[in-house]
């Protein structure tokens, strides 16, 4: 399993400096679109590409998910965050990416007509991105109601009817959820469809981004039964805090 980690978490914009310290520490980057679209004179996709040959970093993606729902019933919202996504595959495929990471939508409330309607949009929606430019591992969210995608049924469901995606378990989203027994319930339902990982650590209070170990999450007894390509920890701190999670996690796995 080849470890990436995220130069936002990292709190590394300077696109050079996280280049060196991924090659540094042989990881490779998960390189968050958003920040593409919102920093002017950042890079395009080839010279992107050529960044990371010339340190020898793999990258992934993390497609756009700030102020964007793919879900949405505004069909001018829809529209825009449709575009935003297309345009983050192709960047995703301009990079070389090994994969890319997409949320699922939001709903403003769960009343039964607008879920109904927010599923359809969210449904067409994968629909439209295909064919694919790169593998798409679709992320567990559920932090809250107003995610459109509730539990590991439901995200079941949704790749059951989408075989071309896969499946990202962030770790932290699926502790906060419902703590070991809910990680370890997306794990029995979609292991076959793992594809991406997203590791950090919590207490189970919110979505805190800390290093492996620091939080309440047991990884000795959540280990995959197949273990993905890619894994990628959105950790907060930069050196020590990224070989110590990388060092526990091996621990805790023994890989």
């Given at each position: 399993?080849?470890?990436?980690?995220?130069?936002?978490?990292?709190?590394?914009?300077?696109?050079?400096?996280?280049?060196?310290?991924?090659?540094?520490?042989e990881m490779g980057l998960e390189l968050p679109f958003d920040l593409f679209?919102?920093?002017?004179?950042?890079?395009?996709?080839?010279?992107?590409?050529?960044?990371a040959r010339r340190y020898g970093v793999e990258l992934t993606v993390h497609l756009p998910f700030a102020d964007l729902n793919l879900a949405s019933l505004f069909p001018k919202s829809y529209r825009v965050a449709l575009e935003r996504t297309r345009d983050g595959l192709a960047f995703a495929e301009g990079v070389g990416a090994r994969v890319?990471?997409?949320?699922?939508?939001?709903?403003?409330?769960?009343?039964?007509?607008?879920?109904?309607?927010a599923w359809a949009r969210m449904e067409e929606a994968l629909s439209t991105l295909r064919p694919l430019p790169v593998p798409v591992a679709v992320e567990n969210l559920a932090l809250d109601e107003r995610d459109l995608v509730q539990g590991p049924d439901e995200?079941?469901?949704?790749?059951?009817?989408?075989?071309?995606y896969g499946f990202c378990l962030?770790?932290?989203h699926a502790f906060v959820e419902g703590g070991e027994a809910r990680v370890a319930a997306y794990l029995d339902r979609l292991g076959d469809r793992l594809l991406h990982l997203h590791v950090?650590?919590?207490?189970?209070?919110?979505?805190?981004?800390l290093p492996v170990g620091e939080g309440g999450i047991p990884y000795r007894r959540l280990k995959p039964p197949r273990l993905p390509e890619t894994a990628t920890f959105e950790v907060r701190g930069q050196g020590p805090a990224l070989v110590a999670s990388q060092e526990r996690l091996r621990a805790a796995w023994d890989i």
């Open positions: 399993m080849r470890f990436f980690f995220s130069p936002i978490d990292a709190e590394l914009l300077d696109l050079e400096a996280a280049f060196q310290l991924a090659a540094e520490l679209e919102a920093v002017p004179g950042l890079p395009g996709a080839g010279e992107v590409r050529a960044l890319a990471v997409l949320h699922t939508g939001s709903v403003p409330v769960r009343h039964p007509l607008v879920l109904e309607a995200l079941g469901r949704l790749l059951d009817r989408f075989p071309e962030d770790f932290s950090n650590d919590t207490p189970g209070d919110r979505d805190r981004h």
